[in-house]
């Protein structure tokens, strides 16, 4: 009988592929929405910059003059004792919260929130950024560090700059033990062995020579089984475009 492939195990929710969540130190977050943001701005000061072990970025910790604190990715350049601003009418500088539809086109973004006051969801990675490319109605399109083009509310909140940690990748990890501790501090699945070096009856790719190619098609079908969907899901086409 056929065994569970990875992607059915990991769907399972195990301790092997959950993210630990004591490494979380802080939990990233903005201050809460209120009037004072929508219809003004607010000023805070950077009070702390800290390590969170799960995550690729520092984490600035901001209080505002309310008492409340907001624990935002940090920017590049920030540092303890900066003052940032949040509301509509902040100013358009690093490490400020502004809602997108206060962000003119061509500004580089992150922490990008999906509905007003979810506290930021969008590229929160270490040395990423959006870009704001432009205002269309009641929608304002983003650039995504992938390259693809999203819609987003205007009344979301993003944060201005560019976040911390560009350029960690450019130091290689030299050995498997750096490789196996940078993937256990996230809850990464390490080492991920491909499926054609599997046998038969661990992946529909399996059961080959590792040097030779899959027997089955890269396409699966969009009724395929969760065992027998892997390699293309659904693709509408496959092969080169032709100019």
């Not at 969008?122 to 205002?135: D, E, F, P």
């Not at 205007?154 to 560019?162: D, F, V, W």
């Not at 190619?213 to 892997?230: E, M």
Request: hydrophobic share 35%; with cysteine; proline share 7%.
């Amino acid at each position: 009988m056929p065994k569970r492939m990875r992607q059915q195990r990991a769907g399972k929710g195990t301790s092997v592929f959950r993210a630990p969540s004591f490494r979380y130190r802080y939990k990233s977050r903005y201050r809460i929405f209120d009037e004072l943001e929508k219809n003004g701005k607010i000023e805070g000061k950077v009070i702390d910059i800290v390590n969170d072990t799960a995550r690729t970025a520092p984490i600035m910790i901001v209080e505002y003059r309310t008492g409340e604190q907001a624990i935002i990715p940090a920017p590049t350049g920030i540092k303890v004792g900066d003052v940032v601003e949040a509301g509509l009418k902040a100013d358009v500088k690093s490490g400020n919260v502004l809602p997108l539809k206060s962000i003119p086109a061509g500004t580089q973004i992150y922490n990008i929130e999906l509905v007003p006051g979810d506290g930021g969801k969008l590229v929160r990675s270490g040395g990423t950024a959006a870009k704001v490319v432009s205002h269309e109605g009641d929608k304002v399109i983003i650039k995504l560090p992938s390259k693809v083009f999203k819609q987003i509310n205007p009344n979301c909140r993003a944060t201005i700059g560019l976040i911390a940690g560009f350029g960690r990748k450019e130091k290689p990890l030299v050995k498997a033990g750096k490789s196996y501790h940078v993937k256990k501090a996230r809850g990464k699945y390490w080492p991920r062995v491909s499926g054609v070096a599997m046998n038969a009856v661990s992946h529909p790719f399996g059961g080959k020579r590792r040097s030779t190619q899959s027997s089955k098609k890269k396409v699966a079908p969009r009724n395929a089984p969760p065992g027998r969907k892997v390699g293309s899901l659904a693709a509408k086409r496959t092969g080169r475009k032709k100019r």
